[in-house]
């Protein structure tokens, strides 16, 4: 049994979703249902859930400031949140589960089950990289979280040569020669890393532009990255390839 607590400025939102969890997911138990970020922390620290359910935006204290506030995050954590298609990126880019109101009960189990699965606690990176995601966009993040079968892999950007599609795998190909297995698939990775230098050439492949050392002309062509691999251009992406290669092409 999962013990869990709800902390949501809503008395609504915590009430339909101790009624879901109550009919969709048996392995979880709600101890405590907190409506600040006051009654959060002495409950937190009071009754140490498995699991919290933390609504972003309260009045007073935040999502975020409750967090900053615990000496350690030693629980799982599903965020609860209203916010738009730009904070969903945010979500992704850290790797951190969440939940968009009003609550699906597919999304709800799928979390849980991730839980259940997974069994590891958010770092506190994961949590700085969805704070700045969230709070400061003007301000590009130099790290991205990648979500493995063996854990979490933070990873500088600029280490990333290629990304290839495997079924419902993406391979991450960095610079150190390492590659990367990731439960991801490329499409997500492809919305993480579509506003830095990285574009899809090919339903398989997603590339960094600045590790391109030469494209080679065909239907589509082909491209040579910095470590010498070699990556097929779709004959419709071909375009567009070129004219970020070549900004000033007329």
Request: charged content about 25%; some cysteine.
């Amino acid at each position: 049994m999962i013990e869990t607590i709800i902390v949501d400025d809503e008395p609504y939102c915590c009430e339909s979703l101790v009624t879901m969890l109550g009919r969709y997911c048996p392995e979880v138990k709600v101890i405590d249902v907190c409506n600040s970020g006051d009654c959060a922390l002495k409950m937190i620290q009071k009754r140490t859930p498995q699991l919290l359910f933390l609504d972003i935006e309260m009045p007073q204290m935040n999502g975020f400031e409750l967090l900053e506030k615990l000496p350690e995050i030693n629980f799982e954590l599903i965020f609860t949140t209203s916010y738009d298609q730009y904070a969903i990126k945010a979500f992704r880019f850290s790797a951190l589960d969440y939940l968009l109101k009003p609550i699906d009960r597919e999304e709800l189990e799928q979390a849980v089950q991730k839980v259940i699965n997974r069994n590891q606690r958010p770092s506190p990176q994961q949590i700085d990289l969805l704070f700045q995601k969230l709070h400061k966009p003007i301000v590009k993040i130099n790290k991205i979280a990648i979500p493995t079968v063996e854990g979490l892999h933070l990873l500088p950007i600029e280490s990333i040569i290629s990304c290839t599609s495997e079924s419902n795998y993406t391979i991450l190909k960095l610079k150190d020669s390492q590659k990367i297995v990731t439960t991801r698939i490329l499409k997500e990775i492809q919305e993480m890393l579509e506003e830095y230098s990285f574009l899809r050439v090919h339903n398989s492949y997603l590339i960094n532009l600045n590790e391109v050392v030469k494209y080679i002309k065909g239907e589509g062509g082909h491209l040579i990255m910095s470590d010498g691999s070699a990556i097929d251009v779709s004959r419709s992406r071909k375009e567009m390839l070129l004219k970020r290669l070549q900004p000033n092409r007329n």
